[in-house]
C-alpha cells in the first residue's frame, strides 16, 4: 500500500511535526507522497537510494549528519512539498554538527502551514557529474509507463527521453538505454567510470514493478538519477497518485 | 471477433457484387466497376442499378435478389447510406460473407450519421458479415486481379500487405509500388473502421501467405494498450512498419511530474513501437522503402555495413549517413578483404572501406568485386553505388546524332548489358548469400528506363534513390531483426 498521502487532508505522521492548521488549505490538483515515503515505496521495488534520515527536530538533523559522515544535504520533506529548490528547502555540502542544525532550524521554520506534516531529511552528499531522469508515468492512451531520460535542469530542453510500456523485461530496459541519444554520457565520462548497464536496468525493471504493484500511481518522478562512480541512485523522489 | 473465413470473402472473393453501378463516367458507381473490371478480376462480377441499365458491358439487375444464391461473396456497396441496411439484409440471403461500404454520410457525417454507421454494424454482426469502412476507397488483392475501390492505382503483385486509417495514403503507397516495382499483395482503406479496424486487417495478414510484411498508416489511437498488444503479436509474426499521423502533437501531462511534461505522445508511441518490435517511420515514402526492403531483402545478421562504390564522392557520402545512424556501423576494413581485393584491385583503390574502385574497373570487376565483399563473414550488408553511370551514357548516346555510327551502336549495347548485370549480379548474390545488398542512385527517379534501374526493378528489387535513403532501410531491417534475435 501506499503510505501516507497529502491530499487535501494532512495525517498525522508519528515522529513528525504538523504544521499548525490554517483555514483555507490550497489543495494541489494531484496527490504526493513526501520525497521520503516516495523514495521508500520505489526503494521497496528495487530502485537504489541513499542512507538518509528523517528527522523532526535540528538536534536530530546534526546527530543523523553525525552518524552518516559528512558532507550531507538536508532537505524539508512533507507530503505536500513537491518543489524543494525553487523554494529554497535544499540545503547542500553541510559539513559540520553546526551547519546542519543551522539550516535544520531554517528548513523547519520555512515550512508554510499548506504543506501539512514535515519533517528534514539528511541525506548524504553525493558526488557525480551525470545526472539523469527516470520515472513512471501513467499515459491517457497507453495506461502505464516507465521512462529514462538524461536528467538535470535542462532535462525538459533537451528532452533526450524514451519510455516503453509497463511492464519491461531487462531486455526492453536495455534497448531504453540504447534508445538515448546522448550515448557519450553513459560510458566513461570525465574521470568517472561507465554508467553500470546492469544496475540502471535494475532502476527501471524496479520502477516497472513499482506501476504494477500500485496501480494508483499517476506518476513517478526520479530526478535527479545521479551516477555516482557508474552506480545510479536516487536523490530525490516524488511520487503522485491519481485522485 | 471475426473469424478468417470473413476476410477470405473480402480479399479472394469467388463473386462480387457493385451495388450501385453508375453510368454516369463520373460518379463512384462507375468508377468501382471500371477499376474492378480493368485489372482482371477473375470471379464473377455483378452489378446493381436502379433502371436496371447495363454499365460498361455488364447486364445489371435492379434488385440483389435477381443474383443467383451464392455466386458472389463480396458486396461493393456504392449505394447511398439509407439504401444500405436492406441491402446487406438482402445480400446476406444470397451467401455474401463481405462488404467494402464506400458510401459515406455515416460517423464521420455527424451525429446522425454515427447512428446511422452503428446500426449498420449491429446489423452486419447479426447478419454474420465482416463490415470493411464504411466511408473507405477500397480493397485490393493482387492473387485475385482484384482492384475494388474507387481511385487508381492499382499495384503490381507482391508480398507488401497494407491497412490504413487514411485511404489516400493506401494510393500513395501503391504510387510507389507501381514507381519502384515493388509490389502488394493487399491492401485496404479501413475507412470509418467502424466494425473491422487496421489492427484486424494486419492480423490477418500476419497469417496470410501472400504477405510478408504490413505497412499501416494510423492517425488517433483510442485503445493504446489494446492496439500494442495487437501491434507486438503482429510483429512477432511478420515485419511490420507503420507511420503515424499527428506525431508532432505535443500532449503534456500533470503539471506536478517533470515525467509526465517529458510524455509526449510522440515519445510514448515511439516507445510502445520499438517496444512491440513494430518498425515505426517517420514519413510516407519511408514506410513504402522500408516495407519494400523487408519484402525483398534478406535480414541482416549484424549492423556492420559494407560500401562498395565507383566513385568517391558516394562513398564518403554513404559512409557518413552510416555514421550518423546509430544503430549501424561502417565495418573497419578486415585485413584479409583489404588483401583479397588487392589482388584484384589496382593500386589506387580506396583499400578502406568504403570500397571505392576509382574507375579502375574491368569488364567483371564490379560483379567481382561485390561477391568478396558480400562473402566477408564480418559483412552483414551491403550498400552498393555507382551502376547507371554507362547506361546513363549510353542513353546519351543511342539519343544523340551520331548513333548507331562510329562504333556507338556496339558501345552502348555493352554499357547496358553491363548496368544490368550490376544490378542483377547484386540481386542474385543477395539471394544466395542470404545477406542484404542494397543498390542506389537517383536514376531510380530520374529515369526509371536507365539499364540498371529496370535490371534492379526486374530483379524485384527496390532502387534506393538515394544511399541516404538506402541507409535509413537498411536501419530498419536490422533493428528489427536485433529486436528478434533478443527475444
Redesign the interface.
Known amino acids: 500500500m501506499i503510505p501516507a498521502i497529502g491530499h487535501c487532508t494532512v495525517r498525522t505522521v508519528p515522529g513528525v511535526r504538523r504544521a499548525p492548521p490554517r483555514p483555507h488549505v490550497q489543495c494541489?490538483?494531484?496527490p504526493?507522497l513526501s520525497e521520503a515515503d516516495s523514495k521508500r515505496l520505489l526503494a521497496e521495488h528495487g530502485v537504489p537510494v541513499l542512507d538518509e534520515r528523517l528527522v523532526t527536530t535540528a538536534d536530530d538533523a546534526a546527530a543523523a549528519a553525525d552518524a552518516i559522515g559528512y558532507p550531507v544535504v538536508a532537505k524539508l520533506c512533507g507530503a505536500a512539498i513537491?518543489h524543494k529548490t525553487e523554494r529554497g528547502l535544499v540545503r547542500l555540502r553541510l559539513d559540520s554538527a553546526d551547519a546542519v542544525r543551522r539550516a535544520a532550524q531554517e528548513l523547519l521554520a520555512a515550512a508554510r502551514p499548506e504543506d501539512g506534516a514535515v519533517g528534514v531529511l539528511v541525506a548524504p552528499m553525493v558526488a557525480g557529474t551525470r545526472e539523469l531522469?527516470?520515472?513512471?508515468?501513467h499515459?491517457?492512451?497507453?495506461?502505464p509507463?516507465v521512462?529514462l531520460?538524461v536528467g538535470g535542469i535542462l532535462?525538459?530542453a533537451v528532452?533526450d527521453?524514451?519510455?516503453?510500456?509497463v511492464p519491461?523485461s531487462r531486455?526492453?530496459a536495455e534497448?531504453?538505454i540504447?534508445?538515448l541519444?546522448t550515448?557519450r554520457l553513459l560510458g566513461a565520462f570525465r574521470g568517472e567510470p561507465a554508467v553500470d548497464t546492469d544496475r540502471l536496468v535494475d532502476v527501471l525493471v524496479g520502477l516497472s514493478d513499482a506501476a504494477i504493484a500500485h496501480p494508483e500511481i499517476?506518476?513517478?518522478?526520479v530526478?535527479p538519477l545521479i551516477v555516482v562512480d557508474g552506480v545510479p541512485v536516487a536523490v530525490d523522489a516524488?511520487v503522485?497518485t491519481r485522485a | 471477433m471475426t473469424d478468417e473465413r470473413d476476410f477470405h470473402a473480402l480479399f479472394d472473393p469467388k463473386g462480387v457484387i457493385v451495388a450501385g453501378a453508375s453510368t454516369h463516367p463520373g460518379k463512384f458507381g462507375f468508377v468501382a466497376l471500371h477499376n474492378l473490371l480493368t485489372a482482371g478480376y477473375g470471379g464473377k462480377v455483378f452489378a446493381t442499378n436502379l433502371d436496371g441499365t447495363p454499365v460498361l458491358g455488364i447486364e445489371t439487375v435492379a434488385d440483389i435478389d435477381e443474383i443467383p444464391d451464392g455466386a458472389a461473396d463480396l458486396v461493393f456497396v456504392c449505394t447511398p447510406a439509407k439504401a444500405n441496411i436492406e441491402l446487406l439484409r438482402k445480400c446476406a440471403a444470397r451467401g455474401v460473407r463481405a462488404a467494402f461500404v464506400t458510401s459515406g454520410g455515416y460517423a464521420e457525417a455527424g451525429a446522425e450519421g454515427k447512428a446511422a454507421q452503428d446500426e449498420l454494424v449491429r446489423v452486419a454482426d447479426e447478419l454474420g458479415i465482416l463490415l470493411a469502412g464504411p466511408n473507405g476507397q477500397g480493397v485490393i488483392s493482387t492473387p485475385s486481379s482484384m482492384c475494388a475501390q474507387i481511385v487508381a492505382p492499382y499495384p503490381p503483385a507482391g508480398r507488401i500487405g497494407i491497412a490504413s486509417q487514411s485511404g489516400n495514403f493506401v494510393s500513395s503507397f501503391m504510387n510507389y509500388a507501381r514507381h519502384y516495382g515493388v509490389g502488394v499483395s493487399r491492401a485496404v482503406s479501413a475507412g470509418n473502421a467502424a466494425a473491422v479496424r487496421v489492427a484486424d486487417y494486419l492480423d490477418f495478414y500476419a497469417d496470410d501467405p501472400e504477405t510478408a510484411v504490413g505497412l499501416a498508416y494510423v492517425e488517433g489511437i483510442s485503445d493504446g494498450r489494446e492496439f500494442f498488444e495487437r501491434m507486438r503479436s503482429v510483429a512477432s509474426r511478420m515485419p511490420l512498419v507503420v507511420v503515424k499521423g499527428g506525431a508532432s502533437d505535443v500532449g503534456a501531462r500533470a503539471a506536478a511530474s517533470h515525467t509526465g511534461s517529458l510524455a509526449t505522445d510522440d515519445h510514448v508511441f515511439d516507445g510502445a513501437c520499438r517496444q512491440a518490435g513494430v518498425v515505426r517511420a517517420a514519413t510516407i515514402e519511408e514506410a513504402y522503402e522500408a516495407a519494400a526492403t523487408f519484402a525483398t531483402q534478406p535480414l541482416p545478421k549484424g549492423p556492420n555495413v559494407c560500401v562498395v562504390t565507383t566513385a568517391g564522392g558516394w562513398g564518403v557520402v554513404t559512409a557518413d549517413a552510416v555514421g550518423r545512424t546509430p544503430n549501424l556501423r561502417l565495418l573497419p576494413m578486415p585485413a584479409d578483404l583489404k588483401d583479397e581485393l588487392d589482388r584484384h584491385l589496382p593500386p589506387r583503390w580506396s583499400r578502406n572501406n568504403p570500397i571505392d574502385l576509382a574507375g579502375g574497373e574491368t569488364k567483371d570487376t564490379i560483379p567481382t568485386i561485390l561477391e568478396i565483399a558480400a562473402r566477408h563473414p564480418d559483412v552483414d550488408a551491403v550498400v552498393f553505388l555507382g551502376m547507371g553511370i554507362q547506361g546513363n551514357q549510353g542513353r546519351m548516346e543511342r539519343e544523340g546524332p551520331f548513333y548507331p555510327d562510329h562504333g556507338l551502336e556496339r558501345i552502348v549495347a555493352y554499357h547496358e548489358r553491363q548496368d544490368r548485370r550490376f544490378t542483377e549480379t547484386a540481386a542474385a548474390l543477395s539471394k544466395e548469400i542470404g545477406k542484404p545488398i542494397l543498390t542506389a542512385t537517383e536514376l531510380s527517379i530520374t529515369d526509371r528506363d536507365n539499364p540498371a534501374v529496370a535490371g534492379c526493378r526486374e530483379s524485384g528489387q527496390l532502387c534506393y534513390a538515394s544511399a541516404n535513403r538506402a541507409v535509413v532501410a537498411l536501419s530498419h531491417l536490422w533493428q528489427y531483426a536485433r529486436h528478434q534475435q533478443r527475444r
Open positions: 494541489r490538483p494531484v504526493t513537491a531522469i527516470a520515472g513512471i508515468v499515459d491517457a492512451t497507453f495506461g509507463t521512462m531520460g532535462a525538459e528532452a527521453v524514451t519510455f516503453r510500456l519491461i531486455v526492453d534497448e531504453m540504447e534508445d541519444a550515448q499517476e506518476s513517478a518522478d530526478n516524488l503522485a
